[in-house]
């Protein structure tokens, strides 16, 4: 997030009515509902991470225990176990 001078968007009317409220302070403005963005919708993050769950998935059904699987991908024995019963949930 960047900021950006209120003088150099609004109009001077505006910003005296904002003055009224904070007085050279910070505000943040947030976005309208219909130009917010998921999370991961701008990358890759979303797939990359769909992608390794079915992996860590697929290497659990064919017999890699938990304990492995955490120590390849780099996550805890819970995180590993949730992303099975996740992907066994939604498979159902």
């Known amino acids: 997030m960047s900021y950006i001078r209120a003088i150099d968007v609004l109009p001077e009317e505006l910003i005296d009515k904002i003055q009224n409220y904070v007085d050279g302070e ?5 976005r309208k509902e219909v130009n917010r963005k998921a999370w991961g ?8 991470i769909a992608a390794r769950n079915m992996e860590i998935y697929k290497k659990y ?9 955490s120590e390849v991908y780099y996550l805890s024995p819970k995180s590993i176990q949730k992303i099975i019963a996740k992907i066994k949930a939604e498979n159902k």
């Open 41 to 48: 919708e701008m990358t890759k993050s979303k797939e990359e």
């Open 26 to 30: 910070y505000i943040y403005i947030p």
């Open 61 to 69: 059904k064919s017999g890699v225990s938990i304990t492995s699987l």
